[in-house]
């Protein structure tokens, strides 16, 4: 039986795993995709900068994704889910705004890098969620 602390650092240490894999994808599409930029004059300021956009996109995700996906289901249908892709574009948008109004150095330069940056960011997480054995 697991007591209530330990399902609670449990829980901690899956969230914390989660805005890591986030970070790693958001740097992946920094590298892969030209109009995604994090920006710091070391190492450890944009590793700083990237795990602060994870947490703004991991909420961003939960807060914001499923009314968007409530209110949309009808489009989900009709387009076969591929207007998830144009969403995900969007609240990748949307993170890269709030980034820099909290004055993070990580841009968005628009609506196709941040297509190809969700898609980026959607497989890189995905893969490392298989490599790392998440089981949500």
């Excluded at 795990?51 to 209110?71: C, D, M, Q, Y």
Aim: glycine share 12%; hydrophobic share 60%; charged share 15%.
């Amino acid at each position: 039986m697991v007591d209530g602390a330990s399902a609670a650092q449990d829980r901690d240490v899956r969230i914390i795993l989660k805005v890591g894999i986030t970070a790693v994808a958001l740097w992946v599409a920094t590298v892969l995709i030209a109009g995604i930029d994090v920006e710091g004059d070391t190492a450890g300021r944009r590793a700083l900068t990237l795990l602060g956009v994870a947490v703004i996109f991991g909420l961003v995700n939960v807060l914001i994704k499923p009314i968007v996906k409530t209110l949309g289901c009808a489009f989900y249908v009709l387009t076969l889910g591929l207007i998830g892709l144009v969403v995900n574009a969007l609240l990748l948008l949307l993170t890269g705004y709030i980034a820099n109004e909290f004055d993070l150095a990580f841009n968005v330069d628009g609506f196709w890098p941040a297509f190809a940056g969700a898609i980026v960011v959607g497989v890189v997480g995905w893969v490392l969620n298989l490599v790392l054995g998440d089981d949500d």
